[in-house]
């Protein structure tokens, strides 16, 4: 039976990236050798990684705009480090938006290496909206927000104007819809949602905000070093970039960002638009704020949990459930999620509204 | 035709595991999920990384004596960094051995925490040779050596015996012979080499070691967070941990260390054999400090190269070019190599001598 994978990450990717990167395990490029035991210095390997910066820049229209594309080894966990010891002078201040679980983790390591600001939360309310109205401290050496929240299942509509370098964790929406990157000084995203299989991390940096802070910076967490060598500072994860690499291809296949906004659009609206319209579900996101890729909801009555997570595990639909900060259901829609299979829920909540009418 | 894969890494692995993990990107174990797509939280996975984390200390003869092992992402550089921030007391002093590049880069990073004495240097000679007799001062925090010089082909055969914590990288022979890892309080291997592909990195560690420095670590940083955490503080390289359990049981298939460390003991007496045997040939590595992993060697007569490249590429041979640093030919032999195919390498060099013989 075929599966509609609804897993909030590692997540669904385009069929085709699974079947080339079988494949090149089995023969990378017709060389008679697996991509898992070529050289990362090989000239084949060598040209993935370049093309896969270089597609980056193309497909958030950065090329030639100051910005260099990472591919780098760690998690986007990783980043909430890198980010300070990069831009957060010493004796400076770095402001922070707290819109959930991640945006959090990045405060706490910030807060290790100085003064941190948090200019904003939405944990008063288990973090069901994104702050509004919030100012910016001129004085801060960045300022670091998280687009998407895959656990609370809200989004940033609207980025702010301000001076003050932008710093975005992307993981969860990355290449999901149009964005003025340009405005961005650090964009950041794990692989692992939209981009890729777990095991690499996307940074894309405006390269002119680097080396001012006066820190004595590890190699492995200075950008600058990473920018030198290439993303090859050190191994890369071969396979994971390989893997990312074909689903950006396949990204630009589709007609880049654009075209996948615009179905992606389409997937929240069947989905928001069932779960506004059937009696039995309600979602947990403010309206204006809902995540067009995590979408999170509940029961109205518990009573029919039982039932409805037999109707969708019969369908074939897996990774429906919603993390423990808020219960009851999420499903990520990501790029590779045709909307085919937001159907079958849908049509999966409407079986459970006919089966438990009075 | 069959290649026969000498490359230092990423580099050669059981063909098995190609398989296996290019079915597991299909479909992993019949779930009709690839392994790219599930949740590093599923059952399925989570029981992967708790085998594969069971099999090290296994394979290691470490169970049940207060070590823990952790697949963690950045690569090996990045330990270069975790280690003096877990183990360099504020105002303590550290001891490094410096054998090559990578011990040179290990003492690089750990200069930026604190004061870093280095015991002994065969860098006068190329770094070929492994320094002997030095003596560890008391006080350090700990001593840290590299048991196998990938670049310059030589390795450590005795590991010093002293009170002070020994750290190693062991990131080009891990579970290739037998030690007493038991005497060491925390080892570190890029998978890449003898392990699995580019993307995870394994740490052992000595749990009574850790949280003694004082400082304030960042939490991706911090060995006790990662091993609270069962080595899923953040989402782990799903693919590069599941290739590397594959690895780790097929070397337990073929009978553990004990048994790979005899067929590694033969590969290397052939090749170096030849090498010793045959009058175009020279090693590079002094005698008593040759490494069993990485083989290098030189032609006597560099007119000879041409005719020697053109032999070994055309028997399938691949990755045999030597690292800038030391030049010529390093053929790495890792568990994972047949001597199959290290008999044509030697079949070739015969061939070389015959062809050129007045």
């Known amino acids: 039976m075929k599966k509609h994978n609804f897993s909030a990450g590692p997540s669904i990717l385009p069929q085709e990236v699974f079947e080339k990167s079988a494949q090149a395990i089995l023969d990378f490029n017709g060389s008679g050798l697996s991509i898992l035991e070529i050289s990362h210095r090989s000239k084949d390997f060598v040209a993935v990684m370049e093309d896969a910066r270089a597609l980056v820049l193309e497909l958030m229209g950065l090329t030639g705009k100051g910005y260099q594309a990472l591919f780098l ?209 309600k979602g947990t996101a403010q309206t204006e704020d809902r995540s067009k890729m995590n979408v999170c909801f509940l029961l109205e009555n518990e009573a029919h949990t039982e039932q409805f997570d037999k109707l969708w595990k019969a369908a074939g639909i897996s990774g429906l459930a919603g993390h423990r900060s808020v219960g009851g259901y999420r499903a990520s829609i990501y790029n590779a999620m045709p909307i085919e299979s937001v159907q079958v829920l849908v049509d999966v909540m409407k079986e459970l509204e006919r089966t438990v009418a009075p």
């Open 73 to 281: 080894s760690g998690g986007a966990s990783l980043e909430f480090i890198r980010v300070p010891y990069n831009l957060l002078t010493e004796g400076g201040k770095a402001a922070y938006l707290d819109t959930g679980t991640w945006a959090s983790a990045a405060i706490k390591e910030a807060k290790k290496f100085g003064s941190t600001e948090v200019v904003a939360s939405s944990k008063d309310q288990n973090y069901n909206y994104i702050p509004k109205g919030y100012t910016i401290p001129a004085d801060a050496d960045y300022f670091h927000c998280t687009s998407n929240n895959t656990i609370f299942g809200t989004q940033m509509n609207e980025f702010p104007e301000t001076d003050v370098p932008l710093v975005c964790d992307m993981s969860s929406d990355i290449f999901s819809r149009e964005i003025d990157f340009s405005k961005f000084g650090i964009i950041y995203a794990g692989a692992q949602k939209n981009m890729g299989p777990a095991g690499t991390a996307l940074i894309v940096i405006k390269e002119e905000l680097l080396g001012k802070t006066g820190r004595s910076i590890p190699s492995l967490l200075d950008y600058k070093q990473h920018i030198d060598k290439e993303s090859m500072y050190n191994t890369p994860a071969v396979f994971p970039v390989y893997a990312s690499y074909l689903t950006l291809k396949w990204l630009k296949e589709q007609g880049g960002v654009t075209a996948i906004e615009a179905k992606n659009n389409a997937k929240a609206a069947l989905l928001y638009g069932e779960i506004d319209r059937n009696p039995l579900f």
